[in-house]
Each structure stands twice: as C-alpha cells, then as structure tokens.
C-alpha cells in the first residue's frame, strides 16, 4: 500500500475532528404500547443546539395514540401535563405561550415522525430535566430524563 503523507494527515485530521464533536442530535421512537424507546437522553454540554428527532412507530392514529416530546424542568412535569390535557389535541396538548416548556414537537401519528432544535442555553448543568408525551394519560408511562453532560 503506498500512502501519501497528505492522505494519511487528512484521515488523522477527520478522525479527530469526529472525535472532537459529540452528536447534537439524538433519536427517540414512541409506538402503539405508549412507550418511549429511551428512558433518559444526555445532552453534551459542548453543543450550542440540540435537536430531538421523534419517530412515532406504530400504527394508530393520532387522535387515539398521538405522541410529542415535551421538556421541563422536572419539578414542572405535573403541572405542565395537567395544563396541556386542558388546552386540547388543536394545541398539542401543550399550553399556548408556556414558559415553563423548554421545548417540544407537535404530535404526531403512526408512521409520523417529527423534530424540535432547542438553543441548549436553556439548560443547566446539574439541572433535572423530564421529557414526556403530553397527550392526555400517556405521560405515566412516556417519561424519561434529560441531563446536561
Ligand atoms: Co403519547
């Protein structure tokens, strides 16, 4: 094999170029059992944006297994679900204008796949941080955990 030394320098410079940025971006499917696939994302804190790609991967319709990705702070978990079933499917079940909601995707449907970018400014390390489904009932069972790492 014969190598030049430009080849070799531009394979070791994509190599640590790869290793130098964690994924910004992280995958999560919910299905027809109301389950998330993830119970806890970590967010790298060298990321400035962070983008939650949804996957809904069953087959029921929206209206009777419809999943979003919501983020709050832990502590506001409870009270944002409770506003979110009152203000209704229209809304995604998540409150017009509410500020304790960090980010989230609309809801989506079977074979449905959606996303939200969020600025990671927004977050604190050391913080805890949940992720739910909103649609009413679901958020018992479609939970987890985001950290800043
Ligand atoms: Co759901």
Redesign the pocket.
């Known amino acids: 094999m014969n190598l030049k030394p430009t080849y070799i320098a531009a394979f070791l410079g994509l190599t640590l170029i790869g290793s130098a940025y964690a994924a910004c971006d992280v995958e999560i499917e919910?299905n027809d059992a109301?389950k998330y696939n993830k119970s806890s994302i970590e967010v790298p804190q060298s990321c400035k944006e962070f983008t939650v790609k949804l996957k809904h991967v069953g087959k029921l319709a929206k209206a009777a297994m419809?999943?979003n990705w919501v983020l709050t702070a832990a502590a506001d978990a409870a009270a944002v679900t409770k506003d979110g079933t009152a203000a209704g499917a229209a809304k995604n079940y998540v409150k017009d204008g509410d500020a304790r909601v960090i980010a989230h995707t609309p809801l989506v449907g079977g074979g449905e796949s959606t996303s939200v970018t969020f600025d990671t400014a927004k977050l604190k390390a050391g913080e805890n941080y949940a992720y739910f489904?909103s649609?009413p009932g679901?958020a018992a069972l479609?939970k987890g955990t985001l950290v800043v790492k």
């Open positions: 919910g109301m419809g999943h489904c649609f679901h479609m």
